[in-house]
């Protein structure tokens, strides 16, 4: 066995595996082949596994699975999926490697029961933890809902009864908050934070961002001006003295709420009343990061825990990644919202464009134009924030310019992200900073540069910057004009659907789960040995339908399932 090629007029074969026929055995037709990193012989890790395999033979007959499980599952006897795996004795190739799958199927599942054990045990022991108690002031939260001045939508409404009956639990919940951009995720922030500060409860809300933290401080003060809530905005930027007067008054309880960034999580940082931590774009953080802002409250009692994402996923996913965790999807727009119209257009016709930029600055609305670049780069064509801030300034010089990235001065990108929030900038130019949470209801349009360079994902996101009021919205996608196919569907699926959830699915069957989920930063099936997404999923009904027989399993039975894996009972849940 070996790889072969061609040189000169001869074949040869490089670093052939051997094996030597003697009187005893027959050669194999069909032989496993190992991922070995090349650290041992294809022949020395057979005759390994294949030791093991008759020690097993004679000292380990017993299956941890009833006989009758075994049927349910429709998977094979322990040593018979051993066998299938590593010693086919077929001749023929597709009957072995069909014997090979069911082999396999028997470990998935095994895996995938392991976990959900783990997962089973670890939430009951999570539930064994103190959480604060909430007053439940209906009365004052009514109030506060109908002096707004838009209706929730029934959704948003859903998502508030799921937020309460959590509240009501003596145990501390978690509870992701899943809604497509602009559908009214930091409205039922704003609510939960009032039922934990009726209850004289502190509130930390933490968000990726130096330019969200101060828009949500702005939307937060609006919200509750007409309420004697105590807000504050802390981040790494500030200066010594406010700083430390912000620690102070979180220490002593006179702070409500705090909204920051991964000032946060700082160890100075101490709470005197946690009750609520918001986590807004929860994926921008490391599950370290979301465990330590929960350890610094002053009392030995858990705070609950919500978290916010704009990313919306497919529901077949969704379902393994957040199995053990309160789930809840706001699914409606707010009313008065128009769909946003998508384009795709050839960098060819981009002065096509000039038409309807000119319209939309009559009409006072502002435009992102996005880049993938800040400079000129040889290695990619493409075009980059420094040269179209130079080319827009000389084509529209009646009209305020404004840049936006990462290499700016932060004060200086403050400066213009409220230059351009107040209406002062016409058109910003800018990176993708703009991608999480940005929210300019007078931007109207969104051009974005090389859309082909970019994934399905973001570019929704992206387009999710404008469409936030009644007034018609527009994004149009910039590419070149050979672009793969992979690149061009993903464009098509922006221009058919406005729906997160739809462009989410379109996205799933482009990528496929394993590298979908690996973008997505899940951490859920990271340390799995064998299974894989697709195979979570797919199992998925099966393994749910075996729960109640997990229950009945001995103890000896469900440890050694789990030692197997090289698991134990005292992993915990993260999102």
């Avoid at 650290?39 to 017993?62: A, D, F, G, P, T």
């Avoid at 998977?75 to 014997?99: T, V």
């Avoid at 699915?505 to 482009?510: A, H, I, N, Q, R």
Wanted: proline residues 2%; aromatic residues 8%; charged residues 25%.
């Amino acid at each position: 066995f070996g790889i072969i090629r061609i040189k000169g007029k001869t074949i040869e074969m490089i670093h052939p595996e051997i094996e030597v026929l003697t009187g005893k055995n027959n050669i194999e037709n069909i032989v496993p082949y190992y991922k070995t990193k090349k650290k041992v012989s294809q022949n020395k890790i057979r005759k390994l596994i294949k030791y093991v395999y008759e020690y097993l033979m004679k000292n380990n007959n017993n299956d941890i699975f009833e006989k009758d499980l075994l049927e349910k599952l429709q998977i094979p006897q322990y040593l018979d999926a051993l066998k299938y795996c590593h010693f086919p004795d077929s001749s023929d190739y597709a009957e072995s490697n069909a014997l090979f799958k069911l082999g396999r199927q028997r470990f998935v599942i095994e895996e995938l029961l392991s976990y959900k054990l783990i997962l089973k045990n670890a939430k009951i022991k999570y539930e064994l933890n103190t959480s604060v108690t909430f007053s439940m002031k209906e009365k004052e939260i009514n109030a506060f809902i109908d002096s707004l001045s838009f209706k929730l939508t029934e959704s948003q409404l859903r998502a508030i009864d799921q937020v309460k009956s959590s509240f009501k639990n003596k145990y501390p919940t978690k509870r992701l908050i899943q809604g497509d951009v602009g559908s009214g995720k930091t409205i039922i922030a704003a609510i939960a934070s009032m039922y934990a500060v009726t209850s004289n409860l502190q509130v930390a809300i933490l968000v990726p961002t130096e330019i969200l933290a101060d828009q949500h401080y702005e939307t937060f003060r609006k919200l509750f001006s007409n309420l004697s809530i105590d807000i504050k905005c802390l981040k790494s930027k500030l200066n010594n003295k406010n700083k430390k007067s912000i620690l102070y008054s979180i220490s002593q309880g006179s702070v409500d709420i705090v909204i920051g960034t991964h000032a946060l999580i700082e160890k100075n940082v101490r709470f005197k009343n946690l009750g609520l931590i918001i986590i807004d774009e929860q994926h921008k953080f490391g599950i370290n990061q979301r465990v330590k802002i929960s350890s610094n409250n002053v009392k030995d009692i858990y705070p609950h825990e919500i978290y916010l994402s704009a990313t919306p996923i497919p529901r077949s996913l969704s379902l393994v990644l957040y199995e053990g965790l309160d789930y809840t999807i706001i699914d409606q727009m707010p009313q008065g919202r128009k769909t946003i119209i998508t384009e795709s257009i050839d960098s060819a016709n981009k002065d096509n464009l000039h038409g309807h930029i000119l319209n939309t600055l009559s009409l006072n609305e502002q435009i992102y134009w996005v880049c993938s670049c800040i400079d000129f780069t040889e290695s990619l064509e493409a075009e980059y924030v420094k040269d179209i801030y130079e080319k827009l300034s000389l084509k529209y010089p009646s009209h305020n310019i404004g840049v936006l990235h990462g290499r700016n001065d932060t004060k200086e990108n403050n400066q213009n992200m409220n230059k351009f929030i107040e209406g002062k900038i016409d058109i910003l130019v800018c990176t993708t900073m703009i991608e999480v949470g940005v929210d300019v209801p007078n931007a109207t349009c969104i051009i974005i540069e090389d859309a082909n360079r970019f994934g399905l994902s973001q570019l929704h996101q992206l387009r999710g910057r404008v469409g936030r009021s009644i007034k018609q919205s527009y994004c149009f996608l910039i590419h070149n004009e050979e672009i793969n196919e992979t690149a061009k569907s993903r464009l098509e699926a922006l221009e058919k659907y406005s729906n997160g959830f739809q462009v989410a699915e379109v996205d799933l069957k482009l990528r496929g789960q394993g590298d979908y989920l690996g973008i997505k930063q899940s951490g859920v099936y990271h340390n799995f040995k064998l299974a894989t997404h697709d195979d979570a999923i797919a199992n998925y009904d099966i393994v749910k339908d075996t729960l109640d027989v997990l229950d009945n399993m001995c103890p000896e039975s469900k440890n050694k399932l789990i030692k197997r894996w090289g698991k134990n009972y005292f992993e915990s849940i993260e999102l």
